[in-house]
């Protein structure tokens, strides 16, 4: 984290991408940025807009229910024995699909987007992450639900489930904040964006906590993002235990799904967490999708919320 560190210090703008467990980490300066990287945050983009111009398709292939139901029972066991409260429990999916990555980088609408060396893309809808001025801000997401439904937005705000859920990743990121920064204080609570998945929309809930950095920030930068890494929206609470469980549980290696990327621009910082997620490997695309477990959840309606965030964002 020392290039993040230094490169901040120096106000020079550039790109970073992390990796979910900080093993793997692309930092580079805007103005060498590697050809084959491609980005879209923070207002910034370093590519021309593409729209749709062919038909495609997109073929699933999720691991079978009692496969999954085996590992969320796991998790129900731990939050049983108090080891976690709140865990994301997340898989690979095989898919199948006409369009290279490069093209469905191009094509997919979403706020924040990255196309990596033909390696992996992601278009996400979560924002991890600003720093203006010395204000820094962060902005948890939880909570989905199909925006055609009858009295969508009623039935998310008011689910039990979804609000403990919720609560718990707010409360989480509170914390994380305070370890950096201070004056935590939630400005805004379980607000609704409207994002499109394939061809549906979908309302998702998040809220705004903000805090207050000292003015030296940009001179320990690499030491802020370590401290406050990996998100708290996606590993769960508390993080430390939990993110052992999920070491254990998931049946494959995370990698940059699920990290962060973003850009110092000189003065500033935004960034992103990795999710909506396709990676390549051997030839074959993988979607890595999953979800928040509580000890509420139901494991069919937490398996088909996984294949539903299955999806290119046209």
Not at 228 to 234: N, R
Not at 267 to 275: D, F, G, Q, W
Not at 298 to 309: N, P
Request: net charge neutral.
């Amino acid at each position: 984290m020392q290039t993040i560190t230094q490169l901040a210090k120096e106000r020079t703008p550039f790109l970073f991408v992390l990796s979910y467990d900080l093993s793997k980490r692309f930092v580079e300066p805007l103005t060498s940025l590697d050809k084959n990287v491609f980005f879209k945050i923070g207002g910034q983009r370093n590519y021309p807009q593409t729209p749709l111009q062919k038909a495609y398709y997109l073929h699933r292939s999720p691991l079978d229910f009692k496969t999954y139901q085996h590992a969320i029972a796991d998790v129900l066991e731990e939050i049983r024995s108090g080891n976690s409260y709140l865990l994301n429990l997340t898989f690979r999916t095989p898919i199948e699909t006409n369009l290279s990555l490069q093209e469905i980088f191009h094509y997919a609408r979403a706020k924040y987007k990255l196309y990596f060396k033909d390696q992996f893309i992601c278009f996400s809808p979560e924002k991890f992450i600003e720093i203006e001025g010395n204000t820094i801000t962060t902005y948890p997401m939880k909570g989905t639900i199909e925006a055609s439904l009858p009295h969508a937005k009623e039935q998310i705000l008011n689910d039990t489930k979804e609000m403990a859920e919720h609560v718990m990743i707010v409360d989480l990121m509170r914390n994380d904040l305070g370890m950096v920064a201070r004056e935590v204080k939630v400005e805004q609570f379980r607000y609704i964006d409207k994002i499109r998945a394939g061809n549906k929309e979908l309302l998702q809930v998040s809220s705004k906590i903000t805090a207050t950095l000292p003015s030296t920030w940009r001179e320990h930068l690499g030491e802020i993002l370590q401290t406050l890494l990996p998100a708290g929206s996606i590993t769960g609470t508390p993080k430390r235990s939990t993110v052992e469980i999920i070491k254990r549980i998931e049946d494959y290696d995370r990698g940059f799904y699920t990290g962060v990327f973003g850009i110092f621009d000189g003065k500033n910082l935004y960034s992103a967490v990795m999710i909506r997620f396709i990676e390549k490997e051997g030839g074959s695309l993988y979607y890595k999708s999953g979800g928040g477990i509580t000890i509420d959840s139901d494991a069919q309606s937490e398996y088909q919320e996984l294949i539903d965030k299955i999806y290119l964002p046209f």
